[in-house]
């Protein structure tokens, strides 16, 4: 069993729907919770972090954590073409210093317009 | 400030030569991360080092792999006799040495691919 599952679509809505985008994990000690927009040959780019459970938005991204289920959300609201990337869940152990992350899959969106 | 910066961006080699990537992070980060990313995979962790040191490498293949971060100049990554399995996007990041929380900045990445 992989340390964190996301299914990897890909996912495709039209412009202005509301995308929801999920992992699960299994190891209780992951602390540290993140979101990654990955264009296109490019590298990946912080886009949330949380490190408890609940909710926490930034203009349009929520990001949402249920550490005792084990699953961790985005939603996308008015969802816009140039959101088309692929979305990489992330976690670690630690939060207050540096250690490696931990990536799910990667789901890839494409927003028709 | 410029950001994460990987040289080659892309590499290709021949099975049993051997690849260089290198890795200078953001000015004043002192922490260096390298993964890979298979096609239509997640990234997965390699190695972590700080100047001079290996700080976690449980991501490090046991052979032909070995990473360094001198006290002075980029990060490498040393891939001996890669096979056409090597072929994959590999990434670095970096991180500050004091940091609230673990925000890792990353390179565009080296594409190395092994004919």
């Known amino acids: 069993q992989k340390e964190v599952e996301q299914d990897p679509g890909p996912l495709s809505v039209p412009e202005g729907a509301i995308v929801s985008l999920n992992c699960t994990y299994s190891?209780?000690?992951?602390?540290?919770f993140m979101w990654y927009r990955q264009y296109s040959r490019k590298g990946p780019e912080l886009l949330m972090y949380?490190?408890?459970?609940g909710n926490k938005e930034d203009g349009r991204f929520t990001a949402q954590v249920d550490k005792s289920s084990k699953y961790i959300s985005l939603f996308i609201r008015d969802s816009q073409p140039s959101d088309s990337a692929t979305y990489l869940c992330?976690?670690?152990?630690?939060?207050?210093?540096?250690?490696?992350?931990?990536f799910g899959s990667g789901t890839r969106l494409s927003i028709r317009p | 400030n410029a950001g994460v910066m990987q040289n080659p961006r892309h590499l290709v080699r021949r099975r049993g030569q051997e690849a260089r990537l290198r890795c200078s992070p953001m000015?004043?980060?002192?922490?260096v991360y390298w993964y890979r990313q298979l096609p239509e995979e997640g990234l997965k962790f390699m190695v972590y080092?700080?100047?001079?040191?290996?700080?976690?490498e449980s991501g490090m293949p046991k052979e032909r792999f070995s990473a360094e971060f001198p006290k002075e100049g980029p990060s490498i990554l040393r891939i001996q006799q890669v096979v056409r399995g090597d072929s994959a996007a590999y990434f670095c990041?970096?991180?500050?040495?004091?940091?609230?929380?673990?925000?890792?900045?990353f390179g565009p990445g080296t594409r190395l691919t092994v004919l």
């Open positions: 190891n209780s000690a992951f602390q540290y």
């Open positions: 992330a976690m670690s152990e630690l939060y207050s210093s540096a250690s490696k992350i931990i």
């Open positions: 000015k004043g980060h002192s922490h």
């Open positions: 080092l700080q100047k001079e040191n290996i700080i976690d």
């Open positions: 990041a970096s991180s500050p040495e004091q940091s609230s929380y673990n925000e890792q900045f």
């Open positions: 949380t490190y408890s459970s």
